[in-house]
């Protein structure tokens, strides 16, 4: 035996939810349903209108491109003038170093050269035939001719004829001045 009360309240309380459980159900497929913009391929771009936007933007972005190109323009110029600097710089030393290198040669060529005219010729061939052919064949040129004769006619041939080639190479007028 079951006992249903039934009151009227129970009943307009179920009236009641089964109106706002079909309220409910009605607002359900409106708050999903979206609308979805459709993508404008019926309305095709105006050619005017894309070539009227280019040409108005155009001027400022070949400002902007000249203006980067003018600061990496400038930026170059910095490191060439910075590279310039450095190099006139170390063509200075070098040709304060060069200066004084040619200044010392020549007074030591010249001590040498004052040494080896006072020498007798069988000593000064004995030493000469020791040292570079080419600092021989410098000495032998500023001695007066009869004595670089008699110092060559006591070097051994094969010395005699190196010096001697170096000797002719240094007038020959094909070769070049520029000591590269």
Avoid: H
Avoid at 3 to 27: E, H, V
Avoid at 75 to 83: A, C, N, W
Avoid at 105 to 113: F, N, P, S, W
């Amino acid at each position: 035996m079951t006992y249903r009360l039934s009151s009227p309240l129970s009943g307009l309380r179920r009236r009641l939810m089964l109106i706002a459980a079909g309220c409910t159900m009605l607002a359900l497929p409106s708050a999903f349903a979206q609308e979805v913009a459709a993508p404008a391929v019926g309305i095709p771009a105006n050619g005017d209108e894309i070539q009227q936007f280019c040409t108005n933007i155009a001027d400022a972005a070949r400002d902007q491109r000249y203006l980067l190109q003018k600061k990496d323009l400038e930026k170059l110029q910095f490191d060439i003038d910075e590279r310039i600097a450095t190099l006139e710089k170390r063509r200075s030393e070098y040709e304060d170093w060069l200066k004084r290198r040619n200044d010392f040669l020549k007074q030591a060529q010249i001590g040498l050269v004052g040494i080896y005219k006072t020498m007798k010729a069988d000593a000064a061939a004995s030493k000469l035939e020791l040292v570079n052919p080419g600092v021989a064949a410098a000495i032998l040129m500023q001695l007066p001719p009869r004595q670089s004769s008699l110092i060559l006619s006591e070097m051994s041939n094969e010395k005699a004829a190196v010096v001697t080639n170096v000797i002719s190479s240094a007038t020959d007028p094909d070769t070049s001045k520029e000591p590269s």
